[in-house]
């Protein structure tokens, strides 16, 4: 099996403040494989922007990195300079999708001008190449050339998604890590934007993508792989068609059956409905953190904490329930 | 060179020290005005000694043209500038919320007419509506110039309280309240009012710094009060008998440093509040 | 169906509105003594045609005139017209004060004094409080920030009029570095020569940065919080993600910082001027300041009047130039809606 193309060992990051230190992440390994859709998901909350922002190396005060390394292509993006990262990784190799489109491009610019200044980062192009690097990018994904040289503003949701994804991606980087591209849009753009990612992955603009969520059925949709977070870890991981066949933890059961028995009310809010809370992250609960809200929960689980154990065919789950199945 | 955009989006500690400076200086000049004269029992309007002599122990912040001491009369003028600040800003707020309540709250004709009358005095500046509205009077009264000051400075007061009404009416405690059938005025009074007083407390602080302000201006114009004496009017007499040109220091610069010292503070005092309640200018 | 660009209807619905704000002013300015008892006007007209009765033809010719021109004696609506037309074609009545001269006339002499003060003192103090703000929320929680804004925050606190005050005693009065008075020598006649006009910068010199020191700290200020909060939002962590470098992202912040603060410029006019005024009496700069001044302590009611007139209506003209250009430079009005 080939190296995979981003892997994060071993990660802790924490915001520091002055309440106390947020262990938004804490002890996450995650592989984003060659030629593949990874999917991330879990209540909002559970730490899974902050993963992202570590995994971009984006870290910023409070923001803290504790311990861990980003490989990326064999160079732990985590012990490499900001300036160096911004000017060779981002947009180079990496590129980041923001969750609200709607404000994520600067609203007096024309988004040529955006590209311009980005592109004429990394490499030396004059402004007419950047401009029919666009377009040429904008016809092959089917989106209108003229969009380049309007302002925000003028663009609608959906399209300003779109445009984001394709100027996101204009050098084609190896990866691609989108947060929440869908959820503010109707279903049928949604359908449209997840398409046109899912081309670009076809096309080899782009070899993987990284798919941050906390809407389980769109990573059906689109996912190979899913990572289900829960309070600064990962409770479950393998293949998704296995996880979404036969979900382990009880985090993920709950997670897939209250999207699927969707409330109007809940789902046009964007809420998961599982009964509780999730946990403060500064005092996280004694043993399993999901303990307070799990329906089989046991002595065990208050005590210690159950550690993400593999079970193979690329699987692993971090509850008790499981793991005697393991030792037996 | 440039640092890191991401350096400055830090969370900061809520500003202690400058809230603790501000509320020294102003205790400062309230403890001069109001304690002062208990000590420093010279008459501010009686001529007690030489003209125009410097400070000295004997008059420590020297005396004016007519031979009045500066001290006293600055000790009184803090009390007269606080009075005239304080009633002018209670009016101003007065009418700014009531304003900004109504048209918040009830909405559509209503607001529209009075944000376009709101928006008509913000365009008129209030230190010229204040001139021309005091030319009118020859004798005027600390509370008449109060009311000139007061009800020119409302409009953004009442801007402000009509967006945080606009965000409060619809929440949930106060459609409960309505369903529970309380009417407009028992609505804002309940669930409305309680919610915006720390807005108003600070806008409060925030028009009496202005009005002090606006009082020496007056003052300085030949307009202010014709009864009592303020900091605007020591300085208007020391502008009108060419204290600067004559080189009597002593006769406008302490009226218009506690002046500053006294607008500064509460300018501050209100930042800090302002910190406090609006974490969005405190960081994440 | 011809339609109408954003831009020409933004232009439109604001010029309206201060045509509307102006003519509520003039509402005001023509109610005002005769909504206070004792109409203060006509306690004066009283006053002189006492004079009158005592005096030669001369002062019963004054009277008679301004009678005329107040027309106190006829009904209310036809005193507000005859208040409108006069003003339709410019005619501000006659000074008291000044007799015989027009009051558009006296205005006319001194306005260009206090703009020539006014507008230089405010540009400045605007583009440099923009730049310091700015500074200060890039280097925030650093020792820069922590010294600039308490200067700022009581800077803004200071009466123009009082710095001035302060100004002139020590760079004039006791370091005689700047002239006492005035806006040139009273031995000069005014005329274009390099000698009068380097005595003229000589005695704007004191009076500008009165107006300018004071001004930037208001500006500074707001300029610092809107830089903050634009720093946040969502476009500035997304370019920077891009892989733009700190320069660029900070001049897109800069940029769409400083447009709320164009519009604060037209609303932040009025304030200046007033303290303007009060800050030529200080110096005794000859500008409408001076002038009303001298009409406030005759009680030349005319002249108030007029003054007031020219001076707002000058406020609410400089209002719509920096509305135009606000709408012209940000393109979320500029550009029309029509996306798709």
């Known amino acids: 099996m080939s190296e995979p193309l981003l892997l994060g060992l071993g990660l802790r990051a924490s915001y520091f403040l002055r309440l106390g230190e947020v262990r938004a992440v804490d002890g996450v390994d995650i592989e984003v494989p060659r030629d593949a859709v990874v999917g991330l998901a879990g209540e909002s909350g559970c730490g899974k922007s902050t993963l992202v922002n570590v995994l971009l190396a984006n870290i910023r005060p409070p923001l803290r990195v504790k311990s861990g390394k980003v490989l990326l292509d064999g160079v732990d993006l985590l012990s490499v300079s900001r300036e160096e990262v911004r000017k060779k990784i981002w947009g180079v190799k990496v590129s980041y999708v923001p969750q609200s489109a709607l404000n994520a491009l600067n609203p007096t610019k024309r988004i040529i001008e955006l590209v311009k200044d980005a592109i004429t980062q990394h490499t030396p192009a004059t402004d007419q190449e950047v401009v029919s690097l666009c377009k040429r990018r904008l016809e092959e994904l089917n989106l209108p050339t003229d969009s380049i040289h309007k302002y925000p503003h003028e663009l609608s949701g959906g399209m300003r998604q779109r445009v984001i994804i394709a100027i996101s991606t204009l050098l084609n980087p190896r990866l691609l890590i989108v947060d929440e591209p869908t959820s503010a849009l109707d279903v049928s753009t949604q359908k449209q934007v997840l398409k046109m990612m899912l081309d670009m992955k076809r096309n080899r603009i782009i070899d993987s993508i990284l798919f941050v969520t906390h809407e389980l059925p769109v990573l059906r949709q689109v996912a190979s792989h899913v990572y289900i977070m829960y309070a600064g870890k990962i409770v479950e991981y393998g293949p998704a068609d296995s996880v979404f066949f036969n979900p382990l933890h009880p985090y993920t059961k709950a997670l897939m059956y209250s999207v699927m028995t969707p409330e109007p009310e809940s789902r046009e809010r964007g809420l998961v409905t599982i009964p509780g809370e999730p946990p403060s992250l500064i005092m996280p609960p004694q043993g399993c953190r999901f303990h307070p809200r799990c329906p089989y929960v046991m002595d065990i689980c208050r005590r210690s904490e159950p550690r993400l154990v593999p079970l193979g065919e690329g699987r692993g789950v971090a509850c008790f329930l499981h793991h005697s199945e393991v030792a037996g | ?284 | 169906m011809p339609t109408i660009s954003p831009f020409i209807i933004y232009i439109l619905r604001k010029g309206l509105f201060i045509i509307a704000t102006f003519f509520a002013f003039l509402l005001v300015i023509f109610a005002l003594p005769r909504a206070i008892p004792g109409n203060p006007v006509a306690a004066l007209l009283t006053q002189i045609f006492q004079q009158a009765q005592a005096n030669p033809d001369t002062v019963k010719a004054v009277y008679r005139k301004f009678m005329e021109e107040f027309g106190l004696y006829k009904p209310l609506h036809e005193q507000l017209f005859d208040f409108l037309s006069r003003l339709m074609v410019g005619d501000l009545g006659t000074s008291i004060a000044f007799y015989p001269r027009k009051v558009a006339d006296l205005v006319a002499s001194y306005l260009p004094w206090t703009l020539g003060l006014l507008i230089p003192a405010i540009l400045v103090a605007w583009v440099l409080g923009n730049l310091l703000g700015a500074w200060a929320a890039y280097r925030r929680r650093t020792r820069v920030d922590n010294a600039l804004l308490p200067v700022f925050l009581v800077l803004s606190q200071v009466p123009y009029y009082w710095l001035a005050m302060i100004l002139l005693y020590t760079f004039a009065v006791t370091a005689r570095i700047f002239p006492v008075a005035g806006a040139y020598p009273p031995a000069m006649q005014p005329s274009l020569t390099p000698a009068f006009i380097l005595a003229m910068l000589h005695h704007y010199t004191l009076p500008f940065l009165s107006i300018v020191v004071v001004a930037i700290g208001g500006w500074a200020i707001g300029m610092r919080v809107l830089v903050i909060y634009e720093l946040r939002s969502d476009y500035v962590e997304y370019s920077e993600l891009l892989g733009l470098s700190d320069k660029k992202i900070l001049g897109y912040v800069f940029r769409n910082s400083i447009l709320p603060q164009i519009t604060g410029l037209a609303l932040s006019m009025g304030t200046v001027m007033g303290g303007a005024l009060i800050t030529e009496l200080v110096f005794s700069y000859p500008g409408t300041g001076y002038l009303l001044f001298r009409a406030l302590s005759t009680l030349d009611y005319p002249l108030i009047q007029g003054t007031f007139i020219i001076l707002v209506s000058t406020l609410l003209a400089a209002n719509l130039i920096v509305d135009i250009l606000y709408a012209y430079i940000d393109p979320r009005i500029r550009v029309s809606y029509v996306g798709d």
């Open chain 2, 1 to 284: 060179m440039l640092r890191s955009v991401s350096k400055i989006i830090t969370p900061e500690l809520f500003t202690i020290k400058k809230l603790d400076a501000s509320l020294a200086v102003l205790l400062t000049v309230f403890a001069l005005g109001f304690v002062g004269p208990t000590v420093y029992t010279v008459q501010p309007t009686a001529v007690v000694g030489p003209l125009e002599s410097p400070p000295s122990s004997l008059y420590p912040l020297g005396t004016d043209a007519y031979g009045k001491d500066v001290l006293a009369q600055l000790m009184a003028g803090i009390r007269g500038s606080l009075q005239i600040g304080a009633t002018a800003a209670a009016i101003a707020l007065l009418i700014g919320v009531l304003i900004g309540l109504m048209a918040g709250y009830k909405g559509k004709i209503i607001d529209n007419l009075l944000m376009m009358l709101t928006d008509i005095v913000l365009l008129l500046p209030s230190i010229l509506l204040m001139i021309l509205v005091a030319a009118y009077f020859k004798w005027r009264d600390p509370l008449l110039v109060s009311i000139i000051i007061g009800v020119t400075s409302w409009p953004w007061v009442a801007r402000a309280v009509r967006s945080q009404t606009l965000s409060l009416k619809n929440r949930e405690f106060v459609n409960l309240s309505k369903m529970a059938g309380l009417s407009d005025f028992q609505i804002v009074i309940r669930d409305i009012l309680p919610n915006i007083a720390s807005y108003i407390f600070m806008a409060y602080v925030l028009l009496m710094s202005g009005a002090m302000i606006a009082e020496t201006g007056l003052s300085m114009i030949g307009l202010g009060t014709t009864q009592g004496v303020t900091l605007g009017n020591i300085l208007f007499w020391a502008q009108v008998l060419e204290a600067v040109r004559r080189g009597l220091w002593w006769w406008f610069i302490p009226p218009g440093a506690t002046l500053v010292a006294l607008a500064a503070s509460l300018l501050m005092i209100a930042t800090a509040l302002d910190e406090y309640f609006n974490p969005r200018l405190r960081g994440s």
